[in-house]
């Protein structure tokens, strides 16, 4: 009845019109397929988190002025710090049914503008700082199906102000938040009652190194988690390992080839490529795009906007002598977002082919999204897509859902939210990007979980996975995935992970007819809570390369 009535509520006082959009069945081809869910969601989101529950939390900053939801039952939000609205009955975050299609306004304190976030191990969202009275701030929430949960917000939670930083969970369940404007340190959520050297949080020199003074060009580091336990990060150029347990530098590794700086606001996008527990487990770190080295001060000086970066470089930084190999994507892109698909593949979305990140600092959007196959031979690896209709620029994001779907939203690269008069307007749309795998003729060798021992994988325990398909190819590979959806904000996916389960033995054929049949495949849960940190992750079966639904899976 809650729910009812919020929704209703939220139809109401929208000021632009929300009409419902039910998804049909997939139909997309070899170069994918465009849909759109609603044109009016009321806010342009900047960040997007899915929950374990298939909802969707998006979020914007509070201090661009009102936005087209209104907050339920006439409440509003009084800040006497916000620089826009003291007073403000207007949502700036949402949740999003991916079922259903449905959303409903949330309510947020202060500003959140440029924060970060990351998934406990329970499945509770964290949101660390922000902007202005929020940059100390924490918020949370904890997944809901009644329509109930809401924003919980912590004030001076953190012990430094967080305005563009990185989050990473780490292997015991903690976050640890990495760096910011002008905040070369990292501290931990929730705060350890024992702290090295008397501190909460711990200086880093490389941050403060790689900053390239009025251009700063290290907001966001790219962070993520290897095997062994340290933190891979990578900032401007560089990229080093980190023992954040000792605050130490353990490995250096070669700049990117280039000179292009590939963090924020030159805004390229960075990925921990698959894990395979099926061989030795090598991680291998991806980054593409960004934008030249002078290519923000060119646009303030000039009103000059570069191409974009064209190329990406992977890096495997465990091994003895890592070093990085390059290779060019079909479009040059500035501020894609990177998704992990359930097959392994990876998605290029959104984004733009010059200039760089923040307002009004982009042109000629690109809408065709590349997938990029990572095993493919060198030059063969990428597949340019089918155009979207609508630019995706600063402050858009992309993430992926449990049937396999990318959804897409946002885009304002204006300081406030403006529909005219302006090169490219706030956009507060949303819509779905079909990968070809959810393509009609692929549904007789399209494979569906049937049961999953009660969904719940421990480490090290064998998991068996019984699953239906209509042609099973006998020749074909079958795989398990687990993957751990992202944070998604400034294109970089906080937290993303794949891991590809060990296989035990073969596929083997259970029972059937001649209409269904059915087949288990027996799999190991992760080695280390390294390899896959504690949580829920989205379960897919892959056959023939194409994934089956995805389920949920609580990792313990």
């Not at 006082?13 to 081809?29: D, M, N, R, Y």
């Not at 701030?137 to 997944?143: A, E, F, G, M, S």
């Not at 849960?525 to 896959?532: K, L, Y």
Request: proline share 8%; aromatic share 10%; net charge negative.
């Amino acid at each position: 009845m809650i729910t009812n009535i919020i929704l209703i509520m939220l139809l109401t006082f929208a000021s632009t019109t929300t009409e419902l959009i039910i998804p049909q069945p997939t139909s997309a081809g070899i170069d994918g397929e465009w849909r759109l869910l609603h044109e009016n969601i009321g806010i342009s989101p900047m960040h997007m988190q899915l929950l374990h529950n298939d909802k969707v939390v998006m979020f914007d900053r509070t201090d661009a002025g009102p936005s087209n939801i209104s907050l339920p039952f006439h409440r509003c939000r009084h800040d006497p710090f916000d620089y826009m609205l003291p007073k403000d009955c207007t949502a700036h975050s949402i949740l999003y049914d991916i079922w259903d299609n449905t959303f409903r306004p949330l309510s947020l304190r202060t500003d959140t503008w440029c924060s970060s976030g990351a998934v406990l191990a329970d499945g509770t969202l964290v949101q660390t700082g922000g902007y202005n009275d929020g940059d100390h701030n924490v918020r949370t929430l904890v997944p809901c199906d009644d329509g109930t949960c809401d924003w919980v917000e912590s004030s001076g939670y953190l012990t430094e102000p967080r305005w563009f930083s990185t989050n990473q969970l780490l292997p015991d369940g903690r976050v640890i938040i990495v760096g910011g404007r002008l905040q070369f340190s990292y501290e931990f959520y929730p705060m350890s009652s024992i702290s090295f050297y008397n501190s909460s949080s711990f200086l880093v020199d490389f941050l403060k190194n790689t900053s390239d003074g009025v251009r700063e060009n290290n907001f966001y580091p790219f962070v993520h988690l290897l095997p062994d336990g340290n933190l891979f990060m990578f900032v401007n150029v560089r990229s080093v390992v980190i023992d954040y347990k000792q605050n130490k530098v353990v490995k250096h590794l070669p700049p990117i080839p280039g000179d292009d700086p590939r963090n924020y606001p030159n805004s390229g996008s960075s990925v921990l490529l698959p894990l395979d527990e099926n061989t030795l487990v090598e991680p291998e770190v991806m980054v593409c795009g960004g934008a030249p080295r002078h290519a923000f001060l060119d646009i303030k000086r000039d009103h000059i906007f570069a191409r974009a970066v064209p190329t990406c470089g992977r890096i495997k930084p465990m091994d003895e002598n890592p070093s990085w190999e390059m290779e060019s994507m079909p479009i040059a892109r500035v501020m894609g977002d990177m998704v992990i698909l359930p097959n392994g593949d990876l998605i290029i979305i959104n984004g733009a082919e010059s200039g760089t990140a923040g307002w009004n600092n982009a042109r000629d959007p690109v809408t065709r999204p590349v997938i990029y196959h990572p095993n493919g031979p060198p030059n063969t690896r990428f597949s340019v897509m089918q155009p979207g209709s609508k630019p995706r620029l600063y402050n858009s994001g992309a993430i992926l859902v449990t049937d396999g779907r990318v959804l897409v939203s946002g885009s304002n690269p204006n300081p406030f939210y403006n529909f005219s008069n302006v090169e490219y307007p706030t956009e507060l749309s949303l819509e779905a990007f079909l990968p070809p795998y959810l393509a009609r003729e692929n549904d007789a060798i399209r494979p569906e979980i049937v049961s999953l021992d009660g969904g719940v994988m421990e480490y090290k325990k064998p998991l068996i996975v019984t699953f239906t398909v209509l042609k099973y190819l006998k020749l074909s590979r079958v795989t398990v995935r687990i993957i751990a959806p992202s944070f998604t904000t400034h294109s970089l996916g906080m937290n993303q992970r794949m891991v590809v389960l060990k296989e035990i033995g073969n596929v083997s054929f259970v029972d059937g007819s001649f209409m269904q049949t059915y087949y288990n495949i027996e799999v190991v849960g992760p080695s280390t809570a390294e390899i896959a940190p504690p949580g829920y992750y989205l379960f897919y079966v892959i056959h023939a390369g194409i994934p089956s639904p995805g389920m949920w899976v609580k990792l313990q």
